[in-house]
């Protein structure tokens, strides 16, 4: 089997569990949509599952996503997220190039986005990434401080946030990872609701159907669909 038909055959995998798990859940399986995390896997997989009908890819390294993205400037309708930490001077290379930024962590952040995203004549959606555990080593928003950036990303000229994005502590057993999931949840209905915050960005390859279970909106995958990350 080529590598361009296993990146086919483990995406159909994932797209699968995921209606699988959102009919379990009681919900309608196109509320959920499919982040194809690709970071650290060349062009050639991307253009695979671009072959294969997905459109939304997430990188977690600027420099790498402006690469990709050029090597991969034919494609139309790919839309490129930014998952990972970004620092404010890197703010100028993503803000006219992603779909979304998904883990934008402080007002200083928020502003910078806003202000590079006016410049290229657009408004740019953003999420706000949120450290439901209170884990020292990872990024996000401290929980005290949501409700502050929240107010400042619905007045910052050039962002659209459209809700919240969490990494829950690595776990064996993905039911673990419900309690967090669900914090998540609980942390929009305290903000607004889904009017105000439609979007609930959680759930990777292993703990994907807990996250749809507790109503994620958009499930990041890369493993289940690219295997193992090239060294």
């Known amino acids: 089997m080529t590598s361009e038909a296993k990146v086919q055959d483990a995406l159909d995998a994932v797209r699968t569990r995921l209606d699988a798990a959102a009919r379990r859940a009681g919900r309608d ?9 690709s970071k650290t896997h060349g062009p050639d997989a991307v253009r695979a599952a671009y072959a294969h ?10 420099q790498e996503l402006v690469t990709k ?38 007002e200083r952040l928020v502003k910078e986005l806003g202000r590079r995203a006016t410049a290229t004549g657009r408004t740019l959606e953003i999420l706000i990434q949120v450290n439901v555990a209170c884990e020292a080593q990872k990024s996000g928003c401290d929980l005290a401080a949501l409700p ?13 946030l459209r809700g919240l994005m969490t990494v829950p502590p690595a776990v064996d057993d993905p039911v673990e990872s419900r309690r967090w999931f669900d914090a998540l949840r609980g942390l929009r209905e305290a903000h607004g609701g889904e009017v105000l915050l439609p979007d609930l960005s959680m759930g990777m390859t292993h703990d994907m159907e807990e996250a749809v279970a507790a109503g994620a909106t958009v499930v990041r995958v890369g493993t289940a669909i690219f295997g193992t990350r090239d060294p």
């Open 148 to 160: 502050q950036l929240i107010a400042a990303a619905q007045g910052t000229p050039g962002v659209r």
């Open 69 to 106: 993205a050029a090597a991969l400037a034919d494609l139309v309708g790919l839309r490129w997220h930014l998952i990972g930490h970004l620092q404010t001077n890197k703010c100028r290379e993503v803000a006219g190039l992603v779909a979304t930024v998904q883990s934008v962590d402080s």
């Open 53 to 62: 009908g997905q459109r939304d890819f997430g990188e977690n390294y600027v």
């Open 29 to 37: 399986p196109s509320a959920v949509a499919l982040l194809a995390v």
